[in-house]
């Protein structure tokens, strides 16, 4: 079975530029979810999906920060400008929603670094 | 929201037994305590869940008390590749509405020597 893929795997852009990260779950599952982590810290939730519908995104900076999930497969989370403070490594998950207890399958991550 | 403590780090040899715990008094009647892996460059990884007792698989033990407040996750015989952060979660019963999501911690972090 395919794991999550992410892209780009690193990515430096300077402050007030934008960025895009995309991801492509596994086949069939349904629901998607954005993390952030910072260095030393555990991920975050930022948003999550379910098929293409956003279930919680009480995390996501809304100013700055925005996901999508068109025809409920693949996803890209963009920023819009970056700032310092989001230079992170950005994770993908994926779920079958009656495995959610734990048939979390993460992807590798996109390390951003903002200078 | 129910909350995990968990050592920040901990240190260990090869080939010893390490036994992480993670304390949760507030654990809800439908939580799950599930643990998680990872290692440097890498999204975290499942590696055992349980609901209370013991559950046993080829990676690790996970031993919860009748109390359910508090959970310890046990490796066997640890190598070098063991060396990662582990994180204690809960995750609910159910798959319906927004329970349905991971929430981590800081984790432990697990550094074995030579």
């Known amino acids: 079975e395919a794991g999550v893929a992410q892209s780009p795997r690193y990515k430096i852009i300077e402050k007030r530029q934008s960025v895009a990260f995309w991801c492509n779950p596994i086949?069939?599952?349904?629901?998607l979810y954005w993390y952030q982590q910072i260095l030393g810290q555990g991920p975050k939730l930022l948003i999550q999906f379910q098929n293409n519908g956003v279930v919680d995104d009480s995390q996501l900076p809304k100013d700055r920060f925005s996901a999508e999930r068109l025809k409920g497969v693949d996803s890209t989370l963009k920023i819009q400008p970056a700032k310092l403070e989001d230079s992170a490594v950005y994770l993908c998950?994926?779920?079958?929603?009656?495995?959610?207890?734990?048939?979390?399958?993460f992807g590798s991550g996109t390390r951003l670094t903002v200078v | 929201l129910a909350k995990t403590t968990q050592p920040i780090s901990m240190d260990s040899y090869e080939g010893q037994e390490v036994n992480i715990t993670c304390s949760h008094n507030?654990?809800?009647?439908?939580?799950?305590i599930t643990w998680y892996q990872q290692f440097p460059s890498q999204g975290p990884r499942f590696i055992i869940q349980g609901y209370k007792t013991k559950v046993t698989n080829e990676v690790a033990s996970l031993f919860i008390p009748a109390d359910r407040k508090s959970s310890t996750l046990s490796l066997p015989r640890v190598s070098l590749s063991d060396t990662a952060v582990y994180y204690c979660?809960?995750?609910?019963?159910?798959?319906?509405?927004?329970?349905?999501?991971?929430?981590f911690g800081a984790g432990t972090r697990l550094a074995v020597h030579p």
């Open positions: 507030n654990i809800a009647t439908n939580d799950y």
């Open positions: 998950a994926s779920s079958l929603e009656e495995q959610v207890n734990y048939g979390y399958t």
């Open positions: 086949s069939g599952h349904a629901t």
């Open positions: 979660l809960f995750t609910g019963g159910g798959f319906s509405g927004g329970y349905n999501k991971l929430i």
